[in-house]
């Protein structure tokens, strides 16, 4: 599975998990990440994008 957008380009992000006593370890945030049709410069294909350009319009649906 890619965790990548093709279109707004986010990807997963790093940081820590922070417990009450303030120990930490290690975790990754991964966009919401679709696999979809979309027409691409007139074509249908299959492109991976996030939920985000999905529902702001970003991209066009091939139905």
Excluded: F
């Amino acid at each position: 599975m890619a965790y990548r957008c093709e279109i707004c380009d986010k990807h997963t992000a790093h940081g820590n998990n922070v417990s009450h006593s303030h120990k930490k370890t290690k975790r990754v945030w991964r966009p919401n990440i679709q696999r979809v049709r979309a027409r691409v410069n007139g074509r249908t294909q299959r492109i991976y994008v996030c939920t985000r350009c999905l529902r702001s319009g970003r991209v066009e649906r091939a139905i």
